[in-house]
């Protein structure tokens, strides 16, 4: 007899008479654990759902009261039947925004640098969001679903803004977004999704941010930005934009508009294969490099293709940004 | 079994001192391999050198714990490594109830953090440092020094101590005739008592009359009698265990895993990019060096067979922890440091009732430590301009490690 043992994402089989230490281990899902015996109380955790028999547990190591606040020691407890488990020092989850399938309109569609368009979705409903965070479309008659940040604020939450860049051959843009969408139709939305988004407010100390978005990467970012100056207008902030030429370039007179209100907020293009008069040449992660000398305190915000997002992180710890403060969005390409 | 089935085990004649302390690894994989347990005479006693040995041998009711020669030469009874029955029960119940997880949860990141923050704060600047001396070491003396309540002797005091006590518990070698074979190597380690006696000896006066908070102070006073405390004498053994293996293993295991991490370092990038992955790090740093390497032992009960060899009631025998976490037949290669192997238990806290009381202490300072490290300087490198040595045979970890960072 075996019962499902779910911890932290993963699920594994434990006998009825099997530690669930022993299960997780020998499936190859780690937790903290050192002696094995019921003494030392490394691999204590929560049982979230379900039962289990404490066997042989110390009253030394786990006490009554931690018995009734549903803790158990992995290395001696058996399932009593399926149970869910949580490692001590991982809070319980957030209370997400929760996920919605939705239908929006297409109220305008327009383009605004090369192969590059803004897409704005009225919504029936409002939509509660982070901003930074994404929704995904389903491609008519495909069936294929594909993700876009939202460029929103959490009150712009009527109208969802995305940037779309076109994919040659690609299902969703190449076959739908940059051909034949038009104003009024009608497309399913799921949303909203991802970790890409500032702390709480009360959580946000309104320290200096570094944000790196390549292509439409900007997109999360210009959510982000206007919520961290809104919340702290005075925080010193840099944003670069990183894109192959000057027609790659858009909502720099946005951006210039926001630095104007924001004398500690500075926006940075930078043109990766086409020098232009007036911008900076070359990667926007090396921009960075060369601009910050410390960054450290500082929190850092990625979101790209998977290869400014990796060379972004390499230069914020270069810089000696603590890495908990480093967020990342990365574009997986789909399928064309 | 007779004497003539049992492998030539001449070769041990020719093991000397010298070669497990530089490198214990090769003598011991032959022993795992042609003699899991076996006399070895440079060490006057048998040794057990797999996982499934040193594990029946730790956890069976024909075996009790015993102190090494050189730990009992070094440390004197009633130390709570070397024990049993009543006087372990009390001196277990002593050490304890500040070592529960419930307990250290209450004060170890106020208690190790700081710390931490405090070594880095001196180098984090400059671009270099020596990681060993100027962080793992300090963190780990600094911490337990608090906490027993010695916040008045200094770090490089407390490092000096236990490198004494070390090379002193560890001075195993016998002649063939049961005697020490050095036996000045002991000087340094009762120079150090002596010392740690002028020191402490001051203090119990003061916390027998004045109890406060700290550690030791809780050991003289918890469970007696009104007006009574325990013997300082009773009480010294066992603070020396602390004074050497409590103050320097959680330094050898950071800068052990520091070694394993520089050797992968698309896994050292990893764990600097989820520090929730530190815990595991570590967990396998002390299993591919294990800090306490050879430095425990158990006697038996009575006349008792083990690995098809006899040994009569009485024999002590040594446990090999370092060597049982290298064993071919639990882990694959277990010679490499890998934070993604089958994340299999250990056996580097020991096992048993003797196992170690502070795994939960000593893995959350390591973790602490390292969490700060990263956090201050996640560009951290190693600098290979220079080697990383490691020594010891009781005790195993990086005599020294040179790193680099941008600044």
Same mark, same amino acid.
């Given at each position: 007899m075996t019962f499902a043992v779910t911890v932290g994402g993963n699920s594994v089989e434990c006998g009825e008479d099997q530690a669930l230490l022993d299960a997780c281990l020998r499936a190859g899902v780690w937790m903290p654990n050192s002696c094995n015996q019921g003494t030392c109380g490394t691999c204590k955790l929560h049982v979230v759902a379900g039962e289990v028999d404490h066997g042989s547990s110390p009253v030394e190591t786990l006490s009554d009261e931690e018995r009734c606040a549903g803790m158990a020691l992995a290395c001696q407890a058996r399932p009593r039947g399926d149970v869910e488990l949580r490692p001590q020092g $991982?809070?319980? %989850?957030? $209370?997400?925004?929760p996920l919605r399938d939705m239908v929006g309109t297409v109220r305008e569609v327009s383009?605004? %640098?090369?192969?590059t368009r803004r897409i704005l979705l009225g919504l029936n409903e409002p939509l509660t969001f982070d901003a930074g965070q994404y929704v995904e479309l389903v491609v008519p008659g495909s069936g294929e679903r594909r993700q876009y940040s939202l460029a929103n604020t959490a009150d712009e939450d009527k109208v969802l803004e995305l940037h779309v860049k076109l994919v040659p051959d690609g299902v969703a843009t190449h076959g739908w977004l940059f051909d034949g969408l038009a104003e009024g139709d009608e497309v399913d939305i799921s949303g909203p999704l991802g970790d890409f988004h500032l702390p709480p407010e009360s959580e946000d100390d309104g320290g200096p941010m570094v944000l790196i978005g390549g292509g439409t990467g900007l997109a999360p970012l210009i959510g982000i930005v206007r919520t961290a100056l809104r919340r702290h207008p005075a925080r010193e902030v840099v944003l670069y934009h990183g894109v192959r030429g000057e027609e790659e370039l858009y909502d720099g007179d946005r951006l210039t508009e926001l630095a104007e209100q924001h004398p500690n907020f500075r926006f940075v293009p930078v043109l990766s294969h086409e020098p232009a008069d007036g911008y900076r040449e070359g990667f926007p992660t090396d921009a960075f490099v060369e601009d910050v000398s410390t960054a450290r305190g500082w929190t850092g915000w990625l979101c790209g293709p998977p290869a400014m997002v990796e060379a972004g992180v390499k230069a914020f710890k270069r810089r000696r940004m603590a890495p908990r403060n480093i967020h990342r969005e990365k574009f997986t390409p789909a399928d064309a | 079994m007779t004497t003539t089935e049992r492998p030539d085990l001449s070769w041990l004649d020719e093991v000397t001192m010298a070669d497990l302390e530089r490198n214990p690894y090769a003598t011991y994989e032959r022993l795992r391999a042609e003699a899991p347990l076996a006399y070895v005479p440079v060490l006057g006693s048998y040794v057990a050198s797999t996982e499934e040995v040193c594990r029946e041998i730790a956890t069976s009711p024909d075996f009790e714990a015993v102190i090494t020669p050189a730990g009992g030469r070094t440390?004197? &009874?009633?130390a709570v490594i070397g024990v049993n029955g009543d006087v372990h029960a009390d001196l277990r119940t002593m050490i304890e109830p500040a070592l529960q997880p419930a307990e250290v949860d209450r004060w170890v990141d106020d208690l190790v953090r700081p710390i931490a923050r405090r070594y880095l704060e001196q180098f984090e600047s400059d671009g270099q440092a020596e990681l060993v001396a100027q962080f793992c070491e300090p963190v780990s003396v600094r911490s337990l020094g608090d906490l027993l309540g010695l &916040?008045?002797?200094e770090s490089d005091k407390l490092r000096e101590w236990f490198a004494k006590l070390n090379r002193s518990f560890t001075n195993a070698a016998m002649t063939s005739g049961g005697e020490f074979a050095n036996p000045e190597g002991f000087v340094e380690g009762d120079e150090a008592k002596a010392e740690i006696r002028s020191i402490v000896d001051p203090l119990i006066d003061k916390w027998i009359e004045h109890p406060d908070d700290s550690a030791i102070s809780h050991w003289l006073h918890d469970g007696m009698p009104p007006g009574q405390t325990r013997e300082r004498e009773y009480i010294y053994p066992t603070i020396y265990v602390y004074l050497l293996g409590a103050m320097q293993e959680p330094g050898h295991g950071m800068a052990s895993t520091l070694v394993g991490l520089f050797g992968r370092p698309e896994q050292l990038e990893e764990v600097v990019d989820d520090p929730t992955l530190i815990p595991r790090a570590v967990a396998e740093g002390v299993r591919w060096t =294990?800090?306490?390497? =050879?430095?425990t032992a158990r006697i038996s009960t009575k006349p008792v067979t083990v690995a098809g060899v006899d040994l009569p009631e009485g024999t002590p025998v040594m446990m090999s922890y370092g060597s049982a976490n290298h064993d071919t037949g639990r882990y694959e290669a277990p010679t490499t440091y890998d934070l993604h192997r089958p994340p299999l238990p250990h056996l580097a806290f020991g096992a048993g009732n003797h196992a170690c009381a502070g795994i939960y202490f000593a893995n959350h300072t390591m973790r602490i430590a390292l969490e700060e490290l990263f956090e201050a300087i996640p560009n951290l490198e190693r600098d290979t301009r220079a080697g990383v040595e490691f020594w010891g045979w009781g005790f195993r970890g990086p005599t020294s490690l040179h790193v680099t960072w941008e600044v």
């Open positions: $991982t809070s319980a %989850a957030r $209370t997400a925004n383009d605004i %640098a090369r192969d | 440390f004197g &009874h009633p &916040h008045d002797v =294990s800090p306490i390497w =050879s430095a």
